[in-house]
């Protein structure tokens, strides 16, 4: 479509104005060709008439769609010129106060002339990585893809910053040098980027200064090369600096200031080391005044001065240096006040005396006098002589400001040498990015030799550039294969060779330097008369003869030919610098050592040193013009060889106003620095470039159904050659459309057509459903009216017909009602007459029947009371007789009972019948011990022979178990088999030679059944063999048991007999008492006969006692003397205690021998440790039974004794006299009475005790067995020695309690020999029927064998072979069913005796506690001995050596792969092993080893994350297990709050020997550590899709197209890669959470990740949605929220939605919501701030200063509301960042978790090698 169409009724044009320089109008009708006038209306709606040439055709440009206005990329406007340009950056700088704008590679930057908070840390870290098209326009996008590029490319690259003075050049440059030393560290351990970005104050203070346009204007141009290594680290730097205005030292303008660093010394002068240079202010030197501006708003030059300072001590000048630096400048600040006298045209003088000239030549070192003659003369010299002239005022003052740039110029360059020499790097240089900080194009109203360099440079910049974008403008065209054609772009080389050529500018100037009287008129002179006729580029002004015009690219500029010469020669006095070189201040020799030598690392002019008259030789000379010619030249070399990256800084304004625009001068430096030109490249060429899939989503309202194909690049291609006719406005790439200039307007405007259309398609369909819908009411409205109308006329009738026929019915009723309640009335008055009538009666009869039954209660209580009174007295008359007679026949019986106790014959022989039978009881004890000794060897040898079978049986079913096998491999081949017989079968007639091979192979198969046919008839007379075995091993048993019964009985016989003898023994008692009462009546008589008078009632009290029982040997007669007496006592015991002594030594003897013998029986097992303690037992028995019968042997002595001592008292014929009271021999037989009462005494508790404790050891034997489950062992009714009452009668204990104590322990040992016998006698039965139920199927197998054998036999040999194998595979089945029985029997057995197995491990280890006690306790001699014992049961420990933990470490963690671990492994199994190690270091209590051990897995680990940290299984892997690891220390480390949680076996496993709470500490902190390398090697996966995923992906595609994009978003040609939707995010997120899960993470700790995972998500987010303003759109706010909801479900499906990862995305919430809310009203304002609150204000504003219509029927936000909502959220409290923290890591919190996981069952796989360890 021709551009002239578009000029139609209310298209937007621009118009040029001499004010704003373009102004904005509409069309009022259409435009036609041959049309002489346009018809336009102004935006302030004046109307204008513009003219049009029709032969030029200069219609006014148009105005591209306000959707394309404020775009980031110039080249996406649709309409590429200079309104439209100047009118996009106005937009964005004023309006969104965005300062960047790209202009195809061009980076536009507007000096904002305030602060702004776009160059934080975050910022370069949201830049960092990015592409550079899929952010906002930045300095920072600038410098990440030079960066990118060169590690990338492996390219060097530049960064060309220019503009003019106060655009912000040096800032850009800064910000740039800034983002490459945050995005990459040093190499060496110098920091390089911090002594990089400290050489900027420097520079800024020696070669800054402020002029009326800028404050801190750059007044000399540098190139920093800073240079990266192979890993892109800064290793050092290099900077070149070209063209330093060095007249600004001795000059400057109205408004300016020198250099920055006079004034900060100036500002510091008070400080004591400034002190000696004697300065002051700055206005008292004539250097410093000239402006008469001292001063910068904002600035502090003293603090500057401390800024300077500490740059240059950080890039390591010492201190005395800078002071000598400092004493320079300072002298050249005293050499400015020198004052010239004149005193004729050629002569002047300077006084010695002049207190600067002093101070100067005190500073410098130089002798004052030769300093003062050389400022007002000069030397001439000729060939033949010298002479020396004086100069004039005028020549001294120059030659005075020379001598003061000279040296500011070498200090200068010396300055630059050290900073290179600092920054040089000793490493090679793999690369470099060079900044370049130059100059724009300059114009002003005089221009001279500094602004002819600029502007030469600026076009070889120009030149360079031009070239470059020509360069990738066809390369584009070129890799997508478009037809094009040679692009006319403006080439400057004409005006270049102007410059630099032959016969040039420059090189008639050079020539004009050599002549001897060349002059600045005689140098124009031959510039017009060579180059004005020769080079259009070249003009003389009309009134000048000394300047000449050149026409430039961006301009023409007038130059005055006025000091050129001068400045071009640079020339000094030779004799001032001689004095200089003499001076005694080695810095400033240092400066001056040789002309020639002196080193100038800038590559900037090298100043001459000659006078006037005095020069050196002009043919070695180098001029300013050449040297910087040969530097320009050097870099434009150096930028050739780079990727060139272009930054074009524009002042807004003269007035340094922020944020305002000022048309004209904006317009003037777009032209100079090439953004247009670019721009008009760019048009020339096809400056929209869409993608085919951009396109068709874009404009799928043009197309129609039937044109959309599967191929959407064709279907692209269709519907645009419909659209536009003429292909030559757009062209078909690989993967894009290019399209002309206008091309993309006029595609949108038949969009916005098409939509609109649409709208009014839609409204017109609305607007009709809605008068439909509002007939079909109303319609629906009237019948409802009629329906209710006919309805209450209808049920009005109703109820006047109900009315009337309730009328009838209320009559009849009120009538009957009446006669009814008359009838009532009369019928309750009768009845209540009736009722009063009857009560009466019957309450006469109730009171007549209530008396007669009063009368009979009393007369039968008065009857009652008589008979009981006369029985009680006939009762108590009976009783008084009934006593009266039993106390008479009692009395009588007491006589009688009286003189029977006084027969001693009858005691005697009572007392021997007792002791007989307790003699035969006894005999019959050890009888009963000896058979249940002979019992239990019996049992032990029957149950050997019982374990030797079952092992036989055991043996037995494995070999079944082997041939079942071998019958299921055989059984396996069987289908394989009959499918050959079958196959064979049917191929019979054909080959014979297969059915000879079958018959072969079926008789090979015949002969294998027979032999297995026969092995199974050997197994069963085997099994017959057993069988008969067994039933004669059970007849055995059979016997045993009757035997055993047999036994039982005769103990029940013999219990009878006790009990027999009991009740004998009670009576004996009886007959004994009588007896003691006679003893005693026997004693009272002797003691009447003893003692006359009251001598009896003197005997003591002791002799008065009841228990003293008198108890003497029997003397030979009654002749016996005391002495006799006294030796009896002596001739009874002695004999006995040598007895007793010598039975206690072979006891020990033999105790002794039996301890050893049972600690050698003790090792075998304990089965022989049972058996040897019960030998101990019967010894300890026999012992006690043999001093039990000693002690009963010498009591029948004592009461022999007794019988014969009562039998001498009591004989009547005695012929003695009893002896005397008080006598020898009455004291002798006294005292013999109460030591024999005393040891009788003492013998009879001996027994009890002994018989006690037998009869206690005997039930403690079996207390614990299980033949003691059916007995009552109730051993706490067996009185103890200590229980017995020391106060009862000696004879009660004597016999009552031995024959108790004797009974209940026979009674206890035949309880626990039944419970044995009918254990045995259970087990006996049980195995014969299972036996004989074995026997019985056995036999039932053979005779089904024998007949399916005969059956068999009778059948062809193929049906034989099918049978057996089918009786065989039958068989087998059976025997599997059976073994598989088996197997689960026996199973339930094993885990019933693991558990019995258990319970008896404790009891054991509880009885060796206590021994180890005991034996403790006690002073016995013999030696505690340890016996070991097999384990049963794991402890839930790993043994290992000494030495051995950097082996463990090896295997478990440095060679250890995560993967194979979280699939195949128990979760934690590392941690677990560790801890099992670390739990035998603590049972072996070595701290050594634990010490080791622990710190050697700590190094492992760290180690390990350290090397392989990056990848995120081994990170989650090994937090996992130092988790579980510094879990389980908390576990089993015995405290009471972590022992809660554990069960009674976990707590056995409690560490008991360290306290290892500061190795919590340090796993705890070990934790937290890989928990940081987790997020950080998550965050590098992470980042990368947040934006693709988050942002830019669009799964909601339809109208809401993309915008058109610019140049630089599509300047690759290559395909695009697979997009990165939300559900690539998810996986990736879904990969990670299963990975944590497998690795057995903490449930806590895994949401703690998911959390730190969403708020990445979200601030990476917000961050990019901050930064790109094509993202800031209704239609993306609604993609965003629709992302948010997919990862919100995502939470929900793994239960997660509590972790606090939803409130992460909160903030990403509300800006969706911002973009899609109303944006117009103070309410809506007020909302928007009530519903942000998880948003900053800043982020608010930017968002809303952001947001961008994707179509035109949206709109922007206004300023007035972005100022609304900043007044409502003024008072909020919060941070002022603009960008939220993307690398914030959340405190992580590792809360206590027990493991349920038992010790003492985790298996070692082989896999890990870890055979070294060894399981306790």
Known sequence: MASVELYTKDARVWLPDTVEVWKSARLLKDYAPGDQMLFLLLDDGTQVEHKVDSRRNNLPPLRNPNILVGENDLTALSYLNEPAVLHNIKVRFIDSRLIYTYCGIVLVAVNPYESLPIYEADIIHAYHGQNMADMDPHIFAVAEEAYKQMARDQQNQSIIVSGESGAGKTVSAKYAMRYFATVSGSSGDADIEEKVLASNPIMEALGNAKTTRNDNSSRFGKYIEIGFDKKHRIIGAYMRTYLLEKSRVVFQAHGERNYHIFYQLCASSHLPEFKTFKLGDANDFHYTNQGRNPIIEGVDDANDMCNTRRAFSLLGICESHQMDIYQILAAILHLSNVEVKDHSRDRSSISQENAHLVVFCELMGVPCEEMAHWLCHRKLQTTTEVYVKGVSKIDAVNGRDALAKHIYARLFSWIVGCINNVLKSTDKRHSFIGVLDIYGFETFDTNSFEQFCINYANEKL????????????????????????????????????????????????????????????????????????????????????????????????????????????????????????????????????????????????????????????????????????QS???????????????????????????????????????????????????????????????????????MKQKDVLHDGKQTSQNVLKKLIQDQNLYQFGKNKIFFRAGQVAYLEKLRSEQLRRACVSIQK?????????????????????????????????????????????????????????????????????????????ARKLYFRMLYEQKALVIQKWVKGWLARQRYQRSRADIVLLQSCVRRV???????????????????????????????????????????????????????????????????????????????????????????????????????????????????????????????????????????????????????????????????????????????????????????????????????????????????????????????????????????????????????????????????????????????????????TKDIEEITVGRAELDLETLKRQE???????????????????????????????????????????????????????EVLLLQSHLVRQEAMKYKDSALAEGVNLDLSDIPSFQDIDRSTDIHTLNEDGELWLAYEGLKETNRLLECQMQELERKHSEKYEKL????NNLKKEKEQQQKLLAQTLLLPEHARIEASMELEITRLTHENLEFLEQQDKQDKTITNLKKELQLYMKRVEELEAQQRKTSIGTNSPAKAVSIPRKEREYQGMLEYKEGEESRLVKSLVLDLKAGSVAVSFLPGLPAYIIFMCLRYADRVNDDQRASTLLNTVLCSVKGVIKKRGKNFDVSSFWLSNTCRLLHCLKQYSGDETYKSHNTAKQNEHCLTNFELTEYQNVFADLAIQIYRQLIKSMEGTLQPLIVSSMLEHEDIQGVLGSKPSGLRKRSSSSPEEDAVTVDVLLQQLGLWYTTMVKHGMDSSLIKQVVRQQFYIICAVTINHLLLRKDMCSWSKGLQIRYNVWQLEEWLAERELSDCGAKEMLEPLVQAAQLLQIKKKTEADAQAICDMCTGLTTSQIVKVLTLYTPVIEFEERVTTGFITTIRNILKDREELSTLMMDAKKVFLVTLSFSPSSVALEDIQIPASLNLDFLHRI
């Open 462 to 629: 120009q030149q360079q550039f031009n070239l470059h974008v020509f360069k990738l403008e066809q390369e584009e065209y070129m890799k997508e294969q478009i037809p094009w054609t040679l692009i006319d772009f403006y080439d400057n080389q004409p005006c270049i060779n102007l410059i630099e050529a032959k016969l040039g500018i420059l090189d008639l100037l050079d020539e004009e330097c050599k002549m001897p009287n060349g002059s600045d008129g005689s140098w124009s002179q031959k510039m017009y008369n060579t180059l004005l006729k020769q080079n259009t580029h070249f003009e003389k002004p009309r009134l000048s003869n000394t300047a000449f015009i050149i026409h430039h690219f961006a301009d023409k500029v007038e130059y005055q030919c006025g000091g050129f010469l001068d400045k071009n020669n640079d020339t000094v006095n030779e004799e001032q610098i001689h004095v200089l070189q003499k001076s005694k201040f080695e810095f400033l020799l240092k400066l001056f050592m040789g002309k020639e030598k002196a080193t100038s690392s800038s590559k900037g002019p090298a100043t001459s040193v000659s006078g006037r008259s005095g020069q050196l030789q002009r043919g070695n000379k180098k001029t300013v013009g050449l040297q910087f010619r």
């Open 889 to 1167: 026949l009692a009395k009588k019986e007491l006589k009688k009972l009286k003189v029977e106790a006084r027969s001693v014959e009858h005691l005697k022989n009572l007392n021997v019948g007792m002791e007989n039978k307790i003699m035969q009881l006894q005999c019959k004890i050890d009888e009963q011990h000896k058979d249940l000794r002979v019992l239990s060897e019996k049992l032990t040898v029957t149950v050997k022979t019982q374990d030797m079978e079952r092992a036989r049986h055991s043996k037995e079913i494995e070999s079944l178990q082997k041939l079942e096998q071998k019958a299921r491999s055989k059984a396996e081949n069987i289908p394989s088999l009959m499918e050959q017989l079958s196959f064979l079968q049917q191929e019979l007639e054909n080959t014979r030679n297969e059915k000879e091979i079958l018959e072969d192979q079926s008789n090979v198969y015949k002969e294998q059944t027979q032999q297995v046919v026969q092995e199974l008839n050997m197994k069963n007379s085997l099994l017959n063999d057993d069988k008969e075995n067994l039933n004669k091993l059970i007849l055995e048993q059979k016997q045993q048991l009757t035997e055993i019964k047999a036994k039982v009985e005769n103990t029940e016989k013999l219990q009878e007999e006790l009990v027999e003898e009991r009740s004998r023994y009670e009576k004996l008692m009886c007959e004994y008492l009588q007896l003691q009462e006679l003893h005693k009546d026997l004693k009272d008589e002797l003691q009447l006969r003893l003692s006359p008078g009251k001598s009896f009632h003197e005997r003591s009290e002791s002799n008065n006692s009841p228990e003293c029982s008198p108890t003497i040997c029997s003397t030979n007669g009654q002749n016996s003397s005391g002495d006799n007496a006294d030796k009896t006592p002596s001739t009874v015991d002695l004999p006995l205690i040598l007895k007793f002594q010598r039975r206690v030594r072979e006891l020990e003897r033999d105790k002794q021998s039996l301890q050893q013998q049972l600690d050698e029986k003790m090792a075998e097992g304990e089965e």
């Open 1191 to 1245: 002690l009963e042997s010498e009591n029948k002595k004592l009461k022999q004794d007794l019988s014969e001592l009562r039998k001498s008292l009591t004989c009547e014929n005695s012929e003695l006299i009893p002896p005397a009271v008080g006598s020898t021999t009455y004291n002798v037989l006294l005292e013999q009475l109460t030591s024999s009462n005393e040891e009788l005494e003492m013998r009879k508790e």
């Open 632 to 702: 320009l030249h050097l870099l434009m070399d150096t930028l050739n060889s780079t990727t060139p990256h272009y930054v074009r800084c524009i002042k807004p304004n003269d007035h340094k106003a922020p944020f305002s625009l000022d048309p004209l001068r904006a317009v003037q430096q777009l032209r100079a620095c090439g953004i247009l030109e670019t721009i008009r490249i760019s048009a020339a060429g096809f400056p929209s470039r869409w993608t085919y899939q951009e396109f068709f989503c874009r404009y799928r309202v043009l």
């Open 765 to 841: 369909t609305i607007r009709c459903w809605l008068a439909r819908k509002k007939y079909l009411r109303m319609k629906q409205s009237a019948i409802t009216i009629q329906r209710h109308v006919r309805g209450h006329q209808a049920r009005c009738y109703v109820a006047f017909l109900r009315r009337t026929k309730a009328a009838i019915i209320i009559q009849r009723s009120v009538r009957m009602w009446a006669a009814r309640r008359a009838y009532r009335k009369l019928r309750s008055a009768a009845l209540v007459i009736q009722c009063f009538f009857r009560a009466h009666a």
């Open 1332 to 1335: 004989l139920a074995e026997v």
